[in-house]
Nanobody, 127 residues
Framework: QVQLVESGGGSVQAGGSLTLSCTAS????????LAWFRQAPGKEREGVSC????????VYADSAKGRFTISRDNAKNTLYLQMNSLQPQDTAMYYC???????????WGRGHMYNYWGQGTQVTVSS
């Protein structure tokens, strides 16, 4: 049984930082491309960032560029999202997702392309 478990969310003030983690089990972690998505109340789910199976390729949504860093440790079956300079508009539930596609193709931000999802971790940024 595949499980993705996110952690690291919380409440911070604007300008603060958080690091999210997503630990996977039940799958060959290194064979999967991974991504972070988020969904704010009343808004559609959006892709935040994607990382290839080796970690050598990363892609970011415009909203995340320059502030967020995605990384992975295949030895620990863990995906990370370092978030700096957080703003109130970053407030959302953050989800990790996995798909058996090695690279971040043009479809990386389409949620239906992912086979497995975590339960989410809440990030709240106050002004």
């Amino acid at each position: 049984q595949v499980q993705l478990v996110e952690s690291g969310g919380g409440s911070v003030q604007a300008g603060g930082s958080l690091t999210l983690s997503c630990t996977a089990s039940g799958l060959t972690f290194g064979n999967y491309g991974l991504a972070w998505f988020r969904q704010a109340p009343g808004k559609e789910r959006e892709g935040v960032s994607c990382i290839s199976w080796t970690g050598h390729t990363t892609v970011y949504a415009d909203s995340a560029k320059g502030r967020f860093t995605i990384s992975r440790d295949n030895a620990k079956n863990t995906l990370y999202l370092q978030m700096n300079s957080l703003q109130p508009q970053d407030t959302a539930m953050y989800y990790c997702a996995a798909r058996p596609i090695a690279y971040c193709t043009g479809s990386w931000g389409r949620g239906h392309m992912y086979n497995y999802w975590g339960q989410g971790t809440q990030v709240t940024v106050s002004s």
